[in-house]
Every structure is written in C-alpha cells, then in structure tokens.
C-alpha cells in the first residue's frame, strides 16, 4: 500500500480557505503548495477510512523519512525536502503535522477544551507558521496566526462533525461538554442534531469566535500586503462560517460557502482591510495555547 493509493483526490481548490491564492505573490506559491500537498498526502493517509492504523503510521513515517532525506519514494515528501533546503527553510512545521496525523490514527476522543487546542498547535497552527516563515515575517504574530489557524481547524471539526463520527468514529467535540450536555457521541449518527447537540456545536463556535476576535489584529501585523490581504480574506470567511454555525445544523445543513456568496465576502473583507490599514497596529501578546 502506498499514499498515492489512499488519496482523497482533493486538491487546494477544494479547501474551505484559499491556500496560495492570487493574493500571494508568484515567488512565494511553489513552496505554499509544495506544504500544502506534504499535507495533504499525509491527511488522506490519516483519513482512509479503509486502511489499518497499523498500515496508516507505516505511510506516515515513510513521509517522515522521506522528509528527513531518508528514503525517495514519496514524491511529496521529497518536494517539500527540496524546496525547504532551496529556501533554507526549516522542517519543524512539516513535522509537526505528521504529529497532529500519527494523532488522528491513534486518538478518537478529546477530553475537553484545552485538549483539542492542543491537537491544534500539530494540526493547524504549522500550517500558517510555514507560511509566515517562507514571507521571512517574524516569529511575534504567531499568538495571532496561531488563533486564526485553530479557529479555522475547529470551523472544519464542527462542519464535518457527522462525517468523521461515521466515517472514522472520530470525535473532536470535547467529551466534556458532550457530557455535561447528556448528549451521547451516537447522536452524532443521527440525520439532525438534538437540541442539546446544537448546544453543544453552538458553544463551540462562540468559543472559536473568541479565537477569530484574538486574531483580529493579525493581517494588520503582517509586513507583506498581499499576504495580509490573503489572510484578511480568510478571517471574513472563518468570521461568517462561525456566525452562520451558531444557527446552522452541520448534521443536516450545508455549512459551507457557495461560490454565489464569495463576491459578496471578498468585497467585504476588501474594504474591511483598506480601513484597518488606516488604523494604529495593535499588538497580540499571549499565545493560544499558552507559554
């Protein structure tokens, strides 16, 4: 069995945020992508629903080596090792995600809150780190990217809530809130969610709008325009699919943006940054995840 046999066939375009999109400049999108399919190769070997986890960690550490420069036969594995050594970047961010994917073999349930920040920091927050690093931006933004990125991580754990239950009987909604609720994880096999469930979903998303209004100042910190833009256009998208889980049941509704609805919300976001640019930087101090 190899990665290329367990993929998903979703590609950058199919993401709920733009990964490498016009925004950025030419010069940095190949090693954008080149993360960004390491990553992906790596999620759908996490995802297979059909694979063992025995066979799931053998794929994943195959990606390892080949991201160390110890094997060559993971063709996403050794790109990304190429154009890290070209840019004289660093691995620890690719690396990190294998961590958060050896979790998603191995871990089913998150005990609480801090729990699934914590699988955040391997899962999500590498993700916008390398992105940063490859602008040559400075390490003081990432308590910003890193609550921006968790957010968007835990947007995409309560849309696909129904999904990774039945599919993977994998829970990311914290154990204790579902239990404080009285709600079963069975309800997650329902067709809709009980009005406790919806509770539950609803206090998540509140709490990840805590995490979007901590991010708020982070385009405005970034030195690159382009790239501030990008991430501007991001947050208005995680803003919108927060507020619209609040009311939207992701076991029965589509909780997604359509393209009819994106001209709409790039106009907003557009404006939204040409303003903020106008106004004093304001700082972010302490991490997401604590020191």
Same mark, same amino acid.
């Given at each position: 069995?190899?990665?290329?046999?367990?993929?998903?066939?979703?590609?950058?375009?199919?993401?709920?945020?733009?990964?490498?999109?016009?925004?950025?400049?030419?010069?940095?999108?190949?090693?954008?992508?080149?993360?960004?399919?390491?990553?992906?190769?790596?999620?759908?070997?996490?995802?297979?629903?059909?694979?063992?986890?025995?066979?799931?960690?053998?794929?994943?550490?195959?990606?390892?080596?080949?991201?160390?420069?110890?094997?060559?036969?993971?063709?996403?594995?050794?790109?990304?090792?190429?154009?890290?050594?070209?840019?004289?970047?660093?691995?620890?961010?690719?690396?990190?995600?294998?961590?958060?994917?050896?979790?998603?073999?191995?871990?089913?349930?998150?005990?609480?809150?801090? =729990?699934? /920040?914590?699988?955040?920091?391997? $899962?999500?927050? %590498?993700?916008?780190?390398? &992105?940063?690093?490859?602008? +040559? *931006?400075?390490?003081?933004?990432?308590?910003?990217?890193?609550?921006?990125?968790?957010?968007?991580?835990?947007?995409?754990?309560?849309?696909?809530?129904?999904?990774?239950?039945?599919?993977?009987?994998?829970?990311?909604?914290?154990?204790?809130?579902?239990?404080?609720?009285?709600?079963?994880?069975?309800?997650?096999?329902?067709?809709?969610?009980?009005?406790?469930?919806?509770?539950?979903?609803?206090?998540?998303?509140?709490?990840?709008?805590?995490?979007?209004?901590?991010?708020?100042?982070?385009?405005?910190?970034?030195?690159?325009?382009?790239?501030?833009?990008?991430?501007?256009?991001?947050?208005?998208?995680? =803003?919108? /699919?927060?507020?619209?889980?609040? $009311?939207?049941? %992701?076991?029965?509704?589509? &909780?997604?943006?359509?393209? +009819? *609805?994106?001209?709409?919300?790039?106009?907003?976001?557009?404006?939204?940054?040409?303003?903020?640019?106008?106004?004093?930087?304001?700082?972010?101090?302490?991490?997401?995840?604590?020191?």
């Amino acid at each position: 069995m190899t990665a290329a046999q367990l993929s998903s066939g979703k590609g950058h375009k199919d993401e709920n945020f733009p990964v490498a999109s016009i925004l950025i400049a030419r010069r940095h999108r190949p090693a954008i992508m080149a993360f960004y399919r390491f990553a992906r190769a790596s999620d759908d070997i996490a995802d297979n629903a059909a694979a063992t986890p025995t066979a799931k960690l053998a794929l994943l550490e195959d990606m390892r080596l080949n991201l160390m420069g110890e094997a060559s036969d993971a063709k996403e594995g050794v790109e990304l090792r190429k154009v890290l050594a070209e840019r004289g970047l660093s691995n620890e961010h690719a690396l990190d995600l294998l961590t958060a994917f050896r979790q998603d073999v191995t871990k089913l349930r998150y005990a609480n809150w801090n =729990e699934l /920040l914590d699988y955040c920091r391997y $899962s999500a927050m %590498p993700v916008g780190r390398f &992105v940063l690093d490859v602008h +040559g *931006e400075g390490r003081s933004i990432w308590p910003a990217n890193d609550a921006l990125c968790a957010a968007l991580q835990i947007i995409n754990h309560l849309q696909d809530c129904a999904k990774d239950y039945r599919q993977l009987d994998r829970v990311y909604l914290p154990m204790d809130l579902l239990d404080r609720a009285g709600v079963s994880t069975l309800a997650l096999a329902k067709d809709k969610s009980s009005l406790a469930l919806r509770g539950v979903i609803a206090e998540l998303a509140r709490r990840t709008q805590e995490l979007l209004h901590t991010a708020r100042p982070f385009a405005r910190q970034i030195r690159d325009r382009r790239l501030a833009l990008e991430v501007n256009v991001i947050q208005t998208l995680a =803003e919108d /699919l927060a507020q619209r889980l609040l $009311s939207h049941d %992701p076991l029965c509704e589509r &909780v997604h943006h359509t393209r +009819g *609805e994106m001209p709409a919300l790039l106009f907003r976001s557009l404006r939204e940054f040409a303003s903020a640019r106008l106004r004093p930087k304001t700082a972010v101090t302490d991490s997401v995840t604590g020191p």
